[in-house]
């Protein structure tokens, strides 16, 4: 069952997204037509986006190199990025587990009424099992690290019933949620720093709304003309002669206008099945709701979000040449900053300069981090039999670094089932309390 599970998965989002969602769909009630046309248009907007976000890393990265090479960065550690640690999480035992754990623990959750958050988005459990096996190399003991992805899961669960209706409020997506292990923890960064930046004379006043530059700087501030600004500022730090930071520029416009096209599709193969999972509910537990967990790829095409991205990428850079301590060589997750601040952007609802200033400081928190787990991840990835293409130090930028992975790492080094234990009990009882309690006070 584990093999065929893996090999289901191997097959790719673009597959097993669609496959799902026709399931669910006849699961929930809906049409035969209508939940394949839904699963295809799906799997049709999947593919799109990955288009334009390949686009987007294809000329990110020549151009992060560029400027790793003219700002002199030597640094020991290798950030490989989220595709490689995919690959070294499902690549081992305990990596092979995620999904059907991973399922399990959903379902007993929603059969108990204890969230609101239907999974959907199978592909993304192996940020749990990243974070499995990197427990599984500090302590060496199975039963522990898969205690440690239950709770990893546990979390992502909580964080998705939480964050509902902020994705509903920002980005208009009804009853969708987004328990992905890249963006989910943002948000909890992105509160207290809005609490903050809301006491900072002068600095709570700036609205960097994209609609506000827009209005302010006419042509300047419209989302295709910040794209080609930023392009072409990225062309010029990367050393690129005129004609290819020209291309640059008009690329990242492109993105600007076709990522949101892409995320449009993909709601509207989305609705159908978000509206008969919410009737199928009423009818079965009046008062109760469901939220589909999918991934926040939904998101990336926000100008706030690509536009605060962009600007990082030259700041992440900088940040690894400065930051004393930092071991980190960043490349492999450059393109995949929109999916640390998508949901810190919606917090800051769509403040470009507070999403730019708070993704600075995550991201310096972040270096420091991947430097600390890097011998881990490098461990976990030989493990897995993964080719370190020559490297003697890897890690990910945006998995190795995100606060769960810190919290559950340092909890493997000093009183692991203590800490694990007190994490599990706290997030089963904020799972209750948000949910079963509120339902019971209906």
């Known amino acids: 069952m584990i093999d065929i599970l893996q ?17 669910f769909g006849l699961a929930l009630g809906t049409e035969p037509r209508k939940a394949f046309n839904a699963g295809l248009t799906v799997g049709i907007g999947f593919i799109g986006l990955n288009l334009v976000i390949g686009l987007l890393g294809s000329n990110i990265g020549p151009a992060a190199q560029e400027m790793v090479k003219r700002f002199g960065l030597n640094l020991n550690t290798i950030d490989v990025g989220w595709p490689a640690a995919s690959a070294i999480s499902y690549g081992t035992l305990l990596g092979s587990l995620a999904i059907p754990v991973g399922i399990t623990v959903n379902l007993v959750l929603l059969f108990l009424g204890w969230t609101k ?5 199978i592909w993304n459990f192996w940020h749990a099992a990243f974070v499995a096996s990197l427990v599984f190399a500090v302590t060496q003991q199975y039963p522990l690290s898969l205690f440690a992805m239950i709770t990893y899961l546990l979390l992502m669960y909580l964080l998705g019933d939480i964050i509902a209706p902020t994705i509903g409020d920002f980005y208009g997506f009804p009853n969708i949620t987004f328990p992905h292990g890249t963006s989910a923890p943002g948000f909890l960064i992105a509160i207290p720093l809005n609490w903050l930046f809301d006491r900072i004379p002068g600095f709570n006043k700036i609205d960097a709304k994209p609609e506000t530059i827009q209005e302010k700087f006419g042509i ?18 990367a050393g690129f002669p005129i004609g290819k930071t020209l291309q640059l520029g008009v690329v990242l416009a ?34 109760r709701e469901l939220n589909i967990g999918m991934d ?8 706030a979000v690509l536009s605060s991205s962009l600007i990082l990428v030259p700041i992440t850079i900088a940040l690894a040449f400065i930051l004393p301590g930092n071991k980190t060589l960043p490349f492999g997750d450059l393109a995949t900053i929109p999916f640390a601040v998508c949901l810190m952007a919606a917090v800051f609802k769509g403040n470009i300069v507070r999403t730019v200033v708070a993704g600075m400081a995550y991201i310096a928190s ?14 976990a990835a030989q493990a897995a039999n993964f080719d370190l293409g020559g490297n003697h130090s890897i890690t990910a930028l945006l998995e190795g670094g995100l606060w769960p992975t810190w919290l559950f790492v340092f909890a493997a080094k000093t009183l692991p089932w203590i800490i694990i234990g007190v994490i599990f009990l706290v997030c089963l009882g904020s799972l209750y309390y948000i949910n079963k309690k509120k339902t019971t006070d209906i």
């Open 7 to 23: 090999k289901f998965v191997a097959l790719g989002p673009t597959i097993v997204l669609p496959i799902l969602i026709f399931i």
């Open 117 to 121: 958050t239907l999974m959907v988005d």
């Open 220 to 237: 300047f501030g419209e989302t295709t003309v910040m794209g080609l600004i930023i392009g072409i500022v990225l062309g010029l730090l």
């Open 254 to 287: 492109g993105v600007m206008v076709l990522l949101p096209r892409m995320v449009a599709l993909l709601m509207e193969g989305l609705t159908p099945i978000s509206e008969a999972a919410n009737a199928f509910v009423q009818k079965r537990f009046p008062g």
């Open 296 to 303: 926040s790829a939904l998101s990336v095409g926000h100008p």
């Open 366 to 379: 972040i270096f420091y981090i991947t430097s600390w787990v890097a011998p881990l991840v490098t461990s």
